[in-house]
T-cell receptor, first 116, second 114 residues
């Protein structure tokens, strides 16, 4: 199993540009999560999906951020327009539902975004 | 809103020293508790998890954690650390079945001196 795959691994862009981050969850997982990690705020949940449907986007910082999951094997997080304060590492994670147990989330390697 | 506190921001230890990293959470109901580790340049990996069974949980690489409900704590321990344990450690809390949000602490950076 390749694990959660994220691309690109590094992204450097200029303020005002559109940025698209991509995630491929582990096959068979029905939950997908997007997190942002910064020195100041630690690891924050932005949004999560269940069976491709967005369930909770209360962590999305503002309207410049949007996320989609068109199918079970692909999700995008888009920032338009990007700002320097969006610089962070963005992680995608996935997990599967199994009975009544809460199963661990498996994290991808992250995308390090730098907005100049 | 629930929160997770990790009071130790940076811990420096010598090899073979004993380790205890603190984690406290604010939610009063049923919780699931986790410790994740992030080695330099790598993604987060699960060390151990607590799901309402034995309050003393054993994880990978010799780590363990004890859930003390009365203290709202889930401290991570290891009796003898190794240089390879140098990493950032995150405590996380989930409110129980039906709530999918995982709230993370701000992390503790652990540096082991050979």
């Amino acid at each position: 199993d390749a694990g959660v795959i994220q691309s690109p691994r590094h992204e450097v862009t200029e303020m005002g540009q559109e940025v698209t981050l991509r995630c491929k969850p582990i096959s068979g997982h029905d939950y997908l999560f997007w997190y942002r990690q910064t020195m100041m705020r630690g690891l924050e949940l932005l949004i999560y999906f269940n069976n491709n449907v967005p369930i909770d986007d209360s962590g999305m910082p503002e309207d410049r951020f949007s996320a989609k999951m068109p199918n079970a094997s692909f999700s995008t997080l888009k920032i338009q327009p990007s700002e320097p304060r969006d610089s962070a590492v963005y992680f995608c994670a996935s997990r599967y539902t199994s009975g009544s147990s809460y199963n661990e989330q498996f994290f991808g390697p992250g995308t390090r975004l730098t907005v100049l | 809103a629930q929160s997770v506190s990790q009071h130790n921001h940076h811990v420096i230890l010598s090899e073979a020293a004993s380790l205890e990293l603190g984690c406290n959470y604010s939610y009063g109901g049923t919780v699931n508790l986790f410790w994740y580790v992030q080695y330099p340049g790598q993604h987060l990996q699960l060390l151990l998890k607590y799901f309402s069974e034995d309050p003393l949980v054993k994880g990978i690489k010799g780590f363990e954690a004890e859930f003390i409900k009365s203290k709202f704590s889930f401290n991570l321990r290891k009796p003898s650390v190794q240089w390879s344990d140098t990493a950032e450690y995150f405590c996380a809390v989930n409110k129980g079945f039906g709530n999918e949000k995982l709230t993370f602490g701000t992390g503790t950076r652990l540096t082991i001196i050979p």
